[in-house]
């Protein structure tokens, strides 16, 4: 299977999913640290909170990275 040129620099976006927004909200401001972000409610209906995350990554292993580190966040079910 072929894979994908990527550009870097680049815009990524991230949809996080967990049950307390305050919680989420808190582990993603500690990830990302000093790096820009745009942090969006994506979804209010059910029983899971729906963020959307967007950044600016330079490099492949700074998107998978990012995307391990949310995943890995206890107030985090799911990240697409």
């Given at each position: 299977m072929e894979k994908n040129d990527?550009?870097?620099?680049?815009?990524?976006s991230y949809r996080v999913i967990g049950l307390n927004k305050d919680d989420m909200t808190r582990d993603i401001k500690i990830i990302m640290a000093s790096r820009k972000y745009a942090l969006e409610d994506a979804n209010k209906k059910g029983k899971?909170?729906?963020?959307?995350?967007?950044?600016?990554v330079s490099s492949e292993d700074e998107r998978n990275g990012t995307?391990?580190?949310l995943k890995g966040c206890d107030s985090v079910t799911m990240v697409l």
């Open positions: 990527i550009t870097y620099p680049r815009s990524w899971y909170i729906s963020l959307h995350l967007e950044l600016i995307f391990a580190a």
